[in-house]
């Protein structure tokens, strides 16, 4: 026996969606920026320093005088030879006049006037201690600076930036259906039968 049977056969709608991805990209163009330095005001004062170095008695020690310096020691000299002889004459004619006293003026004054006096000498340096003499003075050195600020400039630029929004396609891929079939369905009534 066959049973009648009604079958369905359906199908679900399938949806399709094609997305593009936005695209953005942005640029970042670099700063403008300048930068000037004035130099700064140096100002430098400076004293030399000074050296003085005076050997004038340590050449006169070792007896190299200028000829001026002789000439002025040979005047001391005369001079004060000249002040010796006259004291050494008037007491010598003093004590002439003086003969009856006692003693032997004359001979004593022959041998005063014929013997120069011995020569007297000691240990010594040529030139002397300290005949050099030596005076320093040290430089000095002033400055004076003045900073200058340097001078900055600097222009912003704006990013380009480009953006393409995305899009999505939706669309039906497939559509839905429904099939429905009748098998061994029979009908029948007056005057009339039919099977499906």
């Known amino acids: 026996m066959q049973l009648p049977q ?7 709608a399938n949806i399709q969606i094609n997305q593009t991805p936005a695209q953005q990209s942005i640029q970042q163009n670099n700063a403008i920026q300048t930068i000037k330095q004035p130099k700064a005001d140096l100002d430098i004062q400076r004293t ?3 050296l003085t170095i005076d050997q004038t008695q340590a050449w006169e020690d070792m007896d190299l005088k200028p000829i001026s310096r002789r000439i002025e020691e040979a005047a001391q000299l005369g001079k ?12 010598q004619g ?8 006692n003693g032997n003026p004359i001979a004593r004054q022959a041998k005063e006037n014929g013997f120069d006096e011995p020569k007297q000498f000691n240990i010594g340096w040529i030139p002397s201690a300290g005949a050099v003499k030596i005076d320093y003075q040290p430089s ?12 900055i400039e600097s222009t912003v630029q704006k990013p380009n930036i480009d ?3 995305g899009e999505v396609d939706i669309s039906l891929k497939q559509r839905n259906e429904l099939h429905i079939d009748f098998i061994n369905l029979d009908l029948g009534g007056a005057n009339f039968e039919t099977t499906i």
């Open 48 to 50: 030399p320093s000074k």
């Open 6 to 12: 009604i079958r369905l056969q359906s199908q679900m």
């Open 94 to 101: 003093d004590e002439l006049m003086k003969i009856e006293n």
């Open 80 to 91: 004060q030879a000249v002040l010796k002889g006259i004291a050494r004459r008037a007491r």
């Open 140 to 151: 000095s050195v002033e400055v004076n600076i003045q900073p200058r600020k340097p001078i």
């Open 163 to 165: 953006y393409k929004p």
